[in-house]
């Protein structure tokens, strides 16, 4: 099992490596906001057939940018969302992260992770969380599974990172005042509805 797993946008301009296959959960997610973040940015290829996006939780301070930084942008879908990070160079959708930098992990987007056809279960072994399925589209609805499990792994990072210090090294936030690292765009009404609606 790989220890490392490499990050890049669709176009190459953002790379960056996730130091650390473990701890992690490996979700799919069908809520609405995560789906009308997807449509928003046109990145249609993030959902899946049943507008689940697929995504790896993990610590913020296990991910390095090496380069391209400068190609991150941030918005939010209300102005007390979570932050959904993407890059304006190819509007590949990065991954999410609270506002407070206190509270820190990150759910890594599943196309930011294909960079040279690494397989997302060989790092972070299969689907164990499938959470906010009542969203999903179709009659037919995936089976909820592993959110207790998967929310008791997700704080046992955010304590574990507040406690070491170690939320000060998420690359999303300048580590001298937890500022994000680009300026959170919240989304008009207009826009929201938009995202909302093109299901
Ligand atoms: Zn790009
Ligand atoms: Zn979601």
């Known amino acids: 099992m790989p220890s490392s797993h490499s990050i890049q946008c669709r176009c190459g301009q953002l790379r960056g490596l996730l130091?650390?296959?473990?701890?992690?959960?490996?979700?799919?997610?069908?809520?609405?906001?995560?789906?009308?973040?997807?449509?928003?940015?046109?990145?249609?290829?993030?959902l899946d057939k049943q507008g689940g996006t697929?995504?790896?939780?993990?610590?913020?301070?296990?991910?390095?940018?090496?380069?391209?930084?400068?190609?991150?942008?941030?918005?939010?879908l209300t102005d007390t969302g979570m932050l959904r990070w993407y890059t304006t160079c190819c509007q590949t959708p990065i991954g999410?992260?609270?506002?407070?930098?206190r509270v820190s992990f990150v759910g890594l987007i599943h196309t930011c992770l294909r960079a040279e056809g690494q397989s997302l279960d060989t790092s972070f072994g299969?689907?164990?969380?499938?959470?906010?399925v009542k969203s999903a589209i179709g009659q037919e609805k995936p089976v909820s599974?592993?959110?207790?499990?998967g929310i008791?792994?997700?704080?046992?990072?955010?304590?574990?990172?507040?406690?070491?210090?170690?939320?000060?090294?998420?690359?999303?936030?300048?580590p001298r005042n937890g500022t994000p690292v680009a300026h959170p765009k919240v989304l008009t009404s207009d826009e929201l509805q938009a995202a909302k609606r093109m299901a």
Request: a positive charge.
């Open 19 to 46: 130091t650390a296959t473990r701890p992690s959960n490996h979700c799919i997610c069908y809520c609405t906001d995560c789906q009308a973040f997807a449509r928003h940015l046109g990145a249609h290829d993030a």
């Open 54 to 76: 697929e995504i790896i939780q993990a610590p913020a301070a296990n991910l390095t940018f090496s380069q391209g930084v400068d190609t991150l942008a941030c918005l939010r």
């Open 96 to 101: 999410n992260t609270l506002a407070n930098w």
């Open 126 to 132: 299969p689907v164990t969380m499938r959470v906010s």
């Open 145 to 149: 599974s592993g959110l207790l499990d």
């Open 152 to 174: 008791a792994k997700t704080i046992a990072m955010i304590v574990r990172a507040r406690i070491s210090g170690a939320y000060r090294r998420s690359p999303f936030f300048d």
